[in-house]
């Protein structure tokens, strides 16, 4: 359709206009991204996410929009700043989820490839902080399913340090689900892969591990086993701090001296609280000895700088009351209930108050140890209840994720189904009509070869029947065959001795005239019996006759010769006929017997032939 040049001139205009504003908004939009990069960046957000968690959301979020970061990313650091500057352990586990939900719904597909690809790492942080939320929170179970997770992925990644972070995490975990040794065997490789690690990463992360692994073994009160590993870590950093040389990955200008004081002070804690809890258990032989040894280790401790920090307090208030230096876990328990609260509810303030349980028993104070049991029982309480809430949000979001994913697929198969379905109709359409087409086309060239078939079927009847009238017409069969007519020959009993082939032709010209003259071929009971009778000719005679003495096998054949083209007559000058009496009136003995004698004939059946006469008349 040619539309008009206004119309033309109109719709130029307006698409020269979407173009132009779409460039406009393009530039803006990079414009403002350069503008902002400097300010939306991870750095910035993270350097204020604890101190303000509402505006380092906000910059993520905006980070995003400019392109700073990935949006995986973003999910994670929102994922940080709920957890560590809002403190909100629910909604930090919720984004963590969202994110691995939203890549399992695109599960081998290119927009999950393509996910994978870009925030690899930022997918194994995300199973890291998850972990580490159920750590806090006291979820084993879910502990193990996270940390198993990030160590695969740490492991593909070739990230030692996330390995054996991970690892330690699920070797504490099997450990408070009673799996001790289980726990521990999954340590023991990493440590001896670590001994040999000559780089200073190395060493930090043999610090790491065997602080899980310390952890683990004085949780699970197996004393004698914290003295070896404490003595091996000793060794290990004193050979960073005196032989700094002998490690690689150190930077010209770094000073290792904070890193060594802090793993010395860390190892001389479980020392000195191994021995001293070994006094305590003891018998009177050994108590003085492991008392002793228990001094010794906290003399070097005091030696050190990282003693007088709040993290030392915080490690040594669970010894101070095995060393029986009551005086200084009073201390050390008045500043840790300051700085977290009285009766917060969290794990540290079990330990807290659990540990002002001990020590009070042991000094002889059982209302004051009975009071301190008591908080701390409502503690735990507290916090299985708030576990299981947790727990149960969780379970009612994923159930809640789970029923919108069902529905998505379900509207997605729905689409795919009635997209199928268009499509197949489609299809069913095009070929019928493809078929429809093709049967009309084919229809048509039958119809062609037809008419021109039809057209020489009656070319040669016509011709047959001119042949035919112009033949001389031959003395009838009983007067040849009778014996005044051959009276020179020797009569034979129903002459059918010794016939020559010329008298089988000549019998055979005689009958076939007879019969075409009477049309003798319209009775469908003539056969041979009847000829026999007719002409008084020998039976055998005339069956010879037929078959050497003609071009046709048989008698029926040659009736069949003949009544066929009288038929095709009959269906061309006579359409009010039926088949049926079209059969009849031409000698056949049924309809079918002559549709299928005509079909092998003319190559048409009675009903085409007769329908292309109509056409041609």
Known sequence: MKLPKPTLYIMCSIITMLLTCCQQSADDSSQRADGLDTVYTEPKAMSIHRTQPERALVMIDSAVIVGSITPTRGEYLKAITQYGGLNNYHLARQTCLNVLNAIDQKANSKASSQIMEADAIT?????????????????TPAVIRYATEASRLAHEYGDFRDLADSEGHIAEALAGTGKTDEGIERLKPILDELRED??????????????????????????????????????????????????????????????TDLAQGHALVYLTAAYARLANTAGDGMRPQYMAQARAAEADLRSL??????????????????????????????????????????????????????????????????????????????????????QLNELATVYHLQEEQLARKEAEADARFFRLLTIAIIAGLLAAIAFAVYFFYKRRQTNKKNHVLAREIAEAIKYKEMWEKSQTVSPTPAEVTSPSSNAEKPETPGLSLESTESEETTLFNQLRDAILRDQLYLDPQL??????????????????????????????????????????????????????DVARQSGFSSADTFSRNFRQKYALTPSQYREQQDNMT
């Open 123 to 139: 997918i194994l942080r995300i199973y890291q902080l998850l972990t580490s939320i159920e750590y806090t929170s006291g979820n």
């Open 198 to 259: 000559d780089s200073f990463h190395g060493v930090v992360n043999y610090h790491t591990v065997t602080m899980r692994l310390l952890h683990i073994l004085i949780e699970n009160n197996r004393l004698t086993e914290i003295v070896p590993v404490c003595e091996a870590m000793l060794k290990r950093v004193r050979e960073l701090r005196d032989h700094p040389d002998r490690f690689s990955g150190i930077a010209e200008d770094f000073d290792t001296s904070e890193f």
């Open 305 to 390: 700088p990282w003693s007088q920090t709040m993290s030392c307090e915080r490690m040594m208030s669970g010894v101070y009351h095995y060393l029986g230096d009551f005086e200084r876990f009073d201390k050390a328990m008045a500043l840790i209930a300051a700085k977290m609260g009285d009766d917060t509810i969290n794990v540290n303030n079990f330990i807290r108050l659990t540990s002002c349980c001990v020590a009070a028993k042991m000094r002889g104070r059982l209302s004051e140890a009975i009071e301190y049991l008591e908080r701390a029982s409502i503690v735990r309480d507290s916090l299985d209840a708030r576990n299981q809430r947790e």
């Open 527 to 580: 056969d041979r019996q009847a000829l026999v009778e007719r002409f008084n000719v020998p039976k055998e005679r005339i069956g010879s006759a037929f078959s050497k003495g003609s071009p046709f096998k048989s008698l029926i054949d040659f009736l069949t010769d003949c009544r066929l083209p009288y038929a095709a007559k009959l269906l061309a000058e006579h359409p009010d006929l039926s088949i049926g």
